[in-house]
């Protein structure tokens, strides 16, 4: 473009580049994988385990502070650049400009109005930092030798950013230029605002994240010092309006049906009014129970794990179909089990349990709303402070934003359990009404099958049918254990613990942790409000 790149090494405070011993600092590399690659603490030392591998990165910071390579000026100086840089290679410019939205950082903003289902974006593929392209780039000899990268296009993304960084020559420089400095999620926390988040059930992804960050770094580090939606015909990346957008209006991406700790862990922000949002529950049926086996069978054949991550909604009901039917075939009697798998029309009588029309029994119903009222309650226990002094804390004018983010966290899980346990008592209080009153139960007639087949409504449709929206997951977030009276049995629960009491084996755990804490996807939707379309969140840089 014939401008002359503004590019430098950051300097220390010294005024020269930090010299640090390659010995030394390979030894500390060498500390910080072995301690990011040992066994899953015990229970209770997570927060232990976060503050050393902390410890070590900040060391590791502090030997290469100096090394990284900056760029002079603010982001928004190379705003015009970018544009500019877009507009040559194709991408559309029309309709929109870069603004700064104050507290929400920079944001596309409408300069004309923008129709619903009208194309208003479109980049080409040859200005989009791919796998392909990092193939193709200097990163090509490793790619081809390294089975994690060939594995995790996250991180290939990642490596392929920071190489095309430090090239001043390099094609998605004007792009690389506007990026932020550093990003608000969890990981860019100081360690204050961290402990902030403890008790919540975010907390033990947002420690397993910069585990597994750290961890990537160090691999990479050592192994690099060992080797020196998309248009086909077009051939560009597209973004289309979902909605109309006035004139000087903030264009807004849609990141999909995510949780507000989700926002928080992968994109650095809370959403006020997420009609999404939920609390993950840890719920298993106990393989030492006396009607395991039978119950197995049951949710089997309705397509649901005996061992589960289910979700608490913020929204009415607060639980899905597919934990309703869960807790329906949890809470059954042997007669009901063998009527489910034995009795007239029991394959038919399957497609009935995510259906809040057709009860098992009312004695039935009675259970699972006293088991989620009972669970809601308990769980609201474990926080160390309350909803109105989370309240309280969020009016003073000198928190910090990530402060404020952690405690909106902390009173939005607070508010779902809350409002789940209302809920379970108004269910429990309903039944125990109709059984006294000898209502007549509604009875499932075969010919309410075509009913179930052929509606929208997601609560009638037979649960095989649906999408199972949880995600079998092993381990929840260490709490201590409580005790209640479920069917005149003792029940000890905790949140990572089997509905039912029984502990999920240690090597369950240690095997499904390794497949649910993997480092975030790069493929997951960025805000077009900040232009993070490839993110920053590898440590190091």
């Avoid at 900040?58 to 603010?74: C, L, P």
């Avoid at 009609?275 to 197995?296: N, T």
């Amino acid at each position: 473009m014939g401008k002359k790149s503004r590019v430098k090494t950051q300097k220390s405070g010294s005024g020269a580049s930090a010299v640090v011993s390659p010995k030394e600092m390979m030894n500390l590399i060498s500390e910080l994988l072995q301690k990011c690659s040992s066994a899953a603490p015990s229970a209770g030392k997570e927060w232990e385990e976060y503050i050393q591998i902390r410890g070590l990165v900040e060391k590791i910071r502090k030997k290469q502070k100096g090394m990284s390579v900056v760029f002079e000026g603010t982001r928004e100086d190379y705003f015009p650049e970018l544009m500019s840089w877009a507009q040559e290679n194709g991408a559309s410019c029309d309709g929109f400009t870069i603004a700064n939205f104050g507290s929400e950082g920079f944001g596309l903003q409408a300069t004309r109005d923008i129709k619903a289902e009208e194309l208003f974006l479109w980049i080409p593929r040859k200005m989009l930092m791919t796998v392909e392209s990092a193939q193709n780039s200097v990163l090509g000899s490793l790619y081809s030798q390294d089975r994690i990268l060939q594995a995790m296009g996250n991180v290939t993304l990642a490596l392929h950013l920071l190489c095309e960084r430090a090239n001043s020559a390099s094609f998605w420089l004007p792009y690389i230029r506007s990026l932020p400095q550093e990003y608000d999620t969890p990981l860019y926390y100081q360690q204050e605002e961290v402990q902030l988040l403890l008790g919540t059930q975010a907390v033990q992804d947002v420690l397993n994240q910069y585990k597994n960050t750290a961890r990537q770094y160090a691999y990479f580090y050592k192994l690099v010092q060992i080797t020196t939606g998309y248009n086909l015909e077009d051939d560009r990346c597209e973004c289309v309006a979902l909605q109309d957008y006035k004139e000087n209006e903030q264009i807004y991406i849609f990141y999909g049906t995510r949780s507000n700790a989700e926002f928080v862990i992968h994109n650095g922000f809370f959403f006020q009014d997420n009609s999404h949002d939920r609390v993950k529950i840890k719920l298993g049926v106990s393989k030492s129970e006396r009607l395991y086996a039978m119950k197995a069978e049951v949710l089997a054949r309705a397509g649901i794990p005996a061992s589960c991550v289910f979700a608490l909604h913020c929204n009415e009901p607060p639980i899905s179909a597919q934990l309703l039917a869960f807790l329906r075939v949890f809470c059954m009697t042997e007669e009901e089990l063998k009527d489910y798998l034995l009795g007239d029309h029991a394959i038919n009588k399957i497609f009935t349990l995510g259906n809040s029309e057709f009860p098992v029994s009312w004695e039935n119903e009675i259970k699972l709303w006293t088991f989620l009222e009972t669970r809601a309650a308990l769980l609201l226990k474990t926080y160390k402070t309350t909803s109105e002094e989370d309240r309280s804390m969020l009016e003073k004018p000198d928190l910090s934003l990530h402060s404020r983010v952690a405690i909106q966290l902390r009173l939005a899980e607070k508010q779902i359990l809350e409002k789940a346990w209302a809920s379970g008592r108004a269910k429990r209080l309903n039944f125990q009404k109709k059984q006294e009153e000898g209502a007549p139960l509604p009875r499932y007639e075969e010919s309410d099958i075509a009913l179930l087949e052929n509606t929208n409504a997601d609560a009638k449709l037979p649960i095989i049918l649906r999408k199972l929206e949880e995600v079998e997951d092993g381990q929840g977030i260490q709490m201590d254990e409580h005790t209640h009276l479920l069917n005149g049995e003792k029940v000890v629960y905790g949140m990572d613990m089997e509905a039912n009491g029984e502990p999920v084996h240690n090597e369950t755990q240690e095997k499904v942790s390794k497949d649910i804490h993997s480092p975030p996807a790069y493929k997951e939707s960025r805000r077009l409000g900040r232009l993070e379309l490839i993110p920053a969140d590898t440590l190091g840089r």
